[in-house]
């Protein structure tokens, strides 16, 4: 993919790769929530280098096929405005 992106191993690398039923797992906390702290992850990433997610798919929340700001849009589409969940794990 040629987002320019490049994605390096997480915390927990692989590790419950996007995890059923829906991406968004942004942060890959065990309890697979999808809440402000991946919000909060992928605003670090996108926006201030910070550390990739350890599950590309899980971070890729919109489905798209890459990680980029209508990611961002979606998560807190639903955090916040009662939006559709983000999509399945493929
Ligand atoms: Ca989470
Ligand atoms: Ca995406």
Do not use: K, W
Request: a negative charge; aromatic letters at 8%; glycine letters at 10%.
């Amino acid at each position: 993919m040629e987002t320019g992106i490049t994605f390096m191993d997480g915390l927990y690398p692989n590790a419950n790769c996007c995890v059923p039923p829906t991406r968004g797992n942004v942060d890959n906390d065990p309890l697979d929530a999808v809440d402000i702290s991946d919000l909060i992850y992928i605003v670090d990433f996108i926006f201030t280098q910070g550390p990739a997610p350890a599950c590309e798919t899980e971070g890729d929340v919109d489905g798209s096929g890459e990680i980029d700001i209508t990611d961002l849009v979606h998560i807190v589409d639903f955090i916040f405005n009662g939006g559709p969940p983000p999509p399945s794990c493929p």
